[in-house]
């Protein structure tokens, strides 16, 4: 591994995606497949080179530096790996290319536009690379130019869904831009007081600044910036539209991923940047933690109304983001590692859900729950995954969703906010309510399923109607996301201690 | 009466126009029906946060930050940082713009007419 130097490592894992972005419709000129091979292998090796990344920090205990350009911090653009962001980083670039794998088969069924299906690769890849960027850049206006790469990307994603999907973007659009503004406007009033935009310079300066209103403020812009990017709940209007009408293959990473790397610059901003001894923080924090609270019981209670899968789903991930924000409300070590452990978690049982819904839609064309009846004995490795997974988001012990909730609550208990701990059980069951009535149409409903969706494909499997799942390279992300929920929960005691521990205990 | 207004204008009245700026443009993209009209309330708000970063730059008898002749102190060049940001965030927005209109285009295909009461007419809420 040493032709390519350990140093550049930072920088190559955001480079290498943007290179397949935008070599994909270049080589779709030639060949079709081209294109979609080059985002593939794009992103399979960033991922590679993110684990490298995330090796390199935990085994020397201490952050990653790298000035893009050679120019030293103050002045130049500087991208800072730590274990937070290191596993964040492993978590995109993976979700990325699993998801990249995972929709080819829309693609092929497509056949009439090869130019088209290049286009939707390079968005995905462009969605990757500024999500990647978002995680590691330690400058806070760089962050606003990935947090809008991502923006556009997604907008592109959401369009070319269902039909129903260009309003939905537009939608986001308008909502996304006053978002970003609002975060501009908070970065603006920070330069103002310190005149600088490097994170960490910015944390040094702004414990020389004593102009309490600007500091305050800059962080409601920053709440509500950030709190529009991640559909925290008064600023979520955006979101199920969003979720439910995006292109299929695309929705895993959008709804699963999109929304939680904002998630992580608000911890950046809150709790590396600004002082934590500072007088109104206590109150910030409040005010996101009932943000939280709120969002938590009405993203459950509006999950229960739907019978729309994706709608569920959508509704669902507004609670779950709550989780997140109640982490960082909860703002102690256990608070911070549980929101930290559920944005890794969360991502994958989400992610894992959606591929689930685009498998049936792929298959059958189910949107809605009550058309699942018996489908198990159709697809019954992509149900398997689909039970993990909502066995996890209710919060059963051996699966990643139930250790994430444990920090958490481990964490309200250590300061004595009981509140949280009682919305952390409340919604779990509220949880179990819908999700349990996904499992009872899909295993005791009546059987709705009719023949696979495409003549074509009712004469190519006419001799075996009994089973008919999903393509290979659509089993394997359903499959991994089950087993990664898995994993997780297993080693979750390894990720907080062996990687969250030094990073977060660095920052209180 | 005349002094206090000037020393206010002068002191706070490019933020105040920037925050009416903004405001106007948050209100127009809640209360207008027409999507153009929602895009150009959009073009608004964010030429208020443009305003407000190149405020920053400047400073009274200021030139430009070049060097024409010889090198003068610090104190004499205007801060060259927020335009450059700013040069970045127009980029954005355009691009921005441009997808919106691309958005926009692909609703009149859709749904025959951008606007809100029409579109939500026909099963939006659903």
């Given at each position: ?7 550049h490592?930072?920088?190559?894992i955001v480079?290498?995606?943007?290179c397949g972005?935008v070599?994909c419709p ?10 979609k091979k080059?985002?593939?292998g794009?992103?399979?090796v ?14 020397s ?9 050679g120019?030293k ?5 500087e ?11 492993v ?5 990325g ?8 088969p829309f693609?092929?069924?497509?056949k009439?536009?090869p130019?088209?299906?290049a286009?939707?690769?390079s ?10 960027g978002l995680?590691s ?5 760089n962050?606003y130019?990935?947090?809008e ?9 959401i369009?070319?869904?269902?039909e129903k ?8 659009l308008?909502?996304?831009?006053i978002g970003?503004?609002?975060y501009?406007?908070g970065?603006g009033l920070l330069?103002?007081?310190t ?5 960490a310079d910015l944390?040094l300066?702004l414990?020389?600044?004593?102009n309490?209103?600007l500091?305050?403020?800059?962080m409601a ?14 600023l979520?209007?955006?979101?199920p539209?969003?979720?439910?009408y ?22 950046r901003f809150f709790?590396?940047?600004?002082d934590s ?12 933690g009932?943000?939280?609270v709120l969002g938590i019981?009405?993203?459950s209670?509006k999950?229960?109304r739907?019978?729309k ?6 509704y669902?991930?507004i609670g779950?983001?709550?989780?997140i924000a ?6 102690n070590?256990y ?5 930290v452990l559920?944005?890794l978690?969360?991502a994958?049982?989400k992610?894992?859900?959606?591929y ?5 839609k792929?298959?059958?064309k189910?949107?809605?729950t009550d058309?699942l009846?018996?489908?198990?004995r159709?697809?019954p490795?992509t149900?398997g995954?689909l ?12 699966f990643?969703g139930?250790f ?18 009682a919305v952390?059980?409340i ?8 999700f ?6 899909m295993?005791?409903g009546?059987?709705t ?7 074509e494909e009712s004469?190519?499997q006419?001799k075996?109607?009994?089973?008919t799942?999903?393509p ?8 991994t ?7 997780l ?6 990720i907080?201690n062996?990687v969250?521990?030094?990073?977060v205990m660095?920052?209180? | 009466m ?6 206010f204008?002068?002191d706070k ?16 993209m809640?209360s207008?029906?027409?999507?153009m009209?929602?895009?150009?309330c959009?073009n ?7 305003f407000?970063?190149?405020?920053l730059g400047?400073k009274?008898?200021g030139t ?6 010889n ?8 801060n060259?940082?927020?335009?450059a940001l700013m040069l970045?965030?127009i980029?954005v927005?355009?691009g ?19 606007e809100?009461?029409?579109i939500t ?6």
């Amino acid at each position: 591994m040493n032709f390519i130097s350990m140093t550049h490592l930072p920088v190559l894992i955001v480079i290498i995606p943007l290179c397949g972005a935008v070599l994909c419709p270049l080589l779709s000129h030639f060949s079709p497949a081209a294109g979609k091979k080059a985002v593939i292998g794009a992103l399979f090796v960033s991922f590679c080179l993110s684990i490298l990344q995330l090796a390199a920090v935990v085994q020397s205990g201490e952050a990653l530096h790298y000035y893009l350009g050679g120019w030293k911090p103050p002045y130049g653009i500087e991208f800072v790996i730590d274990g937070v962001n290191g596993i964040i980083i492993v978590l995109v670039s993976f979700i990325g290319a699993m998801t990249a794998l995972f929709s080819s088969p829309f693609e092929e069924a497509d056949k009439t536009a090869p130019f088209k299906s290049a286009g939707y690769y390079s968005i995905l890849s462009f969605l990757v690379t500024g999500l990647l960027g978002l995680s590691s850049t330690g400058d806070a206006f760089n962050l606003y130019v990935f947090m809008e790469i991502v923006a556009l990307s997604g907008y592109g994603l959401i369009a070319i869904g269902e039909e129903k999907g260009p309003i939905a973007a537009f939608r986001y659009l308008l909502t996304g831009t006053i978002g970003a503004s609002m975060y501009l406007l908070g970065v603006g009033l920070l330069y103002s007081a310190t005149g600088t935009l490097n994170m960490a310079d910015l944390a040094l300066r702004l414990k020389d600044v004593d102009n309490m209103p600007l500091i305050v403020f800059a962080m409601a812009c920053l709440v509500v910036g950030f709190g529009i990017k991640m559909a925290l709940f008064p600023l979520h209007g955006w979101q199920p539209a969003a979720h439910s009408y995006a292109h299929p293959a695309a929705d895993p990473m959008i709804a699963g991923v999109m929304i939680k790397i904002p998630a992580y610059a608000m911890f950046r901003f809150f709790f590396c940047i600004f002082d934590s001894g500072l007088p109104m923080m206590k109150t910030i924090f409040n005010i996101i933690g009932i943000m939280a609270v709120l969002g938590i019981l009405y993203g459950s209670l509006k999950a229960l109304r739907y019978d729309k899968y994706n709608k569920i789903l959508a509704y669902s991930s507004i609670g779950q983001v709550g989780y997140i924000a109640l982490g960082f409300a909860i703002g102690n070590f256990y608070g911070i590692a549980g929101a930290v452990l559920h944005i890794l978690s969360h991502a994958f049982m989400k992610t894992g859900l959606f591929y689930t819904s685009a498998a049936f839609k792929y298959r059958y064309k189910i949107h809605y729950t009550d058309q699942l009846g018996q489908v198990y004995r159709k697809m019954p490795v992509t149900c398997g995954a689909l039970v993990v997974l909502a066995l996890s988001m209710i919060g059963l012990p051996p699966f990643a969703g139930f250790f994430s909730k444990w920090y958490l609550a481990l964490g309200a208990i250590e300061n004595g906010q009981y509140l949280y701990v009682a919305v952390l059980i409340i919604s779990s069951l509220l949880s179990a309510v819908y999700f349990f009535r996904i499992f009872e149409k899909m295993f005791m409903g009546e059987k709705t399923v009719s023949e696979p969706s495409t003549q074509e494909e009712s004469l190519r499997q006419g001799k075996t109607q009994s089973r008919t799942e999903v393509p290979l390279s659509m089993l394997i992300p359903v499959l991994t996301a089950a087993l990664m929920v898995i994993a997780l929960g297993l080693g979750n005691s390894f990720i907080v201690n062996g990687v969250l521990r030094n990073t977060v205990m660095g920052v209180l | 009466m005349i002094d206090i207004i000037e020393t206010f204008l002068a002191d706070k009245g490019i933020y105040m126009m920037t925050f009416i700026l903004m405001g106007l443009g948050i209100l127009g993209m809640i209360s207008c029906g027409n999507y153009m009209k929602k895009i150009m309330c959009m073009n608004i708000m964010q030429v208020s946060i443009i305003f407000f970063f190149l405020a920053l730059g400047q400073k009274e008898q200021g030139t430009l930050p070049v060097v024409v002749q010889n090198l003068l102190g610090a104190d004499a060049y205007i801060n060259p940082l927020p335009h450059a940001l700013m040069l970045t965030a127009i980029v954005v927005s355009l691009g921005t713009t441009g997808v919106a209109l691309t958005l926009l285009m692909k609703i009149k295909e859709i749904y025959g007419s951008i606007e809100e009461e029409d579109i939500t007419g026909k099963g939006w809420k659903k």
